[in-house]
């Protein structure tokens, strides 16, 4: 096993990436925020000073280092001024708050199916280059990371979910909390007043609202 941190520079790095990165996706269990969808979005420009963790296998006639198996990427962010802590880690964020400024949850690196065991040591290959801020990751992770030192938890929050094969065989809001529908109510009233409000399955991954009638609020346009 071969666990290496690259710098990404031009854009064939990029290209090589993304190429990568959904390979492996096919090869995961994981998460649409460990999915190229959202960290590659814009990454080219947002990320600063990226840093890819990579962990691959030898194979016999494969290119390169062999079969990808994890993948992370970081943004390295310095330490404030007159500060000698060590430079930060942020794993698929920037570490700027209006870039960040969507909640990410389900996050980690990506695996292949089955490697579970990648997890420590490629959170330790990152920690040799500076503090690692993990954002909405799981206790697996988490844990993971408390046993390279020391591990800090900043925030701990609940990921609120709805069974939607549930949800379709009785009247949704009637099981939530008398607040809970209220606060949905007055949310809908005041969408609302600014234009009729209108829900649309899309027909395939290609759907366009060109080719269909879909009335959208003019401050949403």
Known sequence: MRIELVHLRSDSDWAMLQAAWRALEVQSDG???QSWSWVGCRARERFTDPLLLRASEAEAGAPGGGRVTGLALFNRTAPPLGRTVLPTLWLHETGRRGEDS????HNGPLLARGRQDLLRPMLAAALRRGRLMLSGVSDEVRAAAAS?????VHTTRPAPFVRLEAAGTADWLAGLSASTRYQLRRSRRRYEAAGQLVAQRAADPAFDDDDDELDVPDFLK
């Open 148 to 152: 390279l030192g020391r591990c800090h």
């Open 102 to 105: 969507v909640f990410i949850e």
């Open 31 to 33: 998460s649409f925020f």
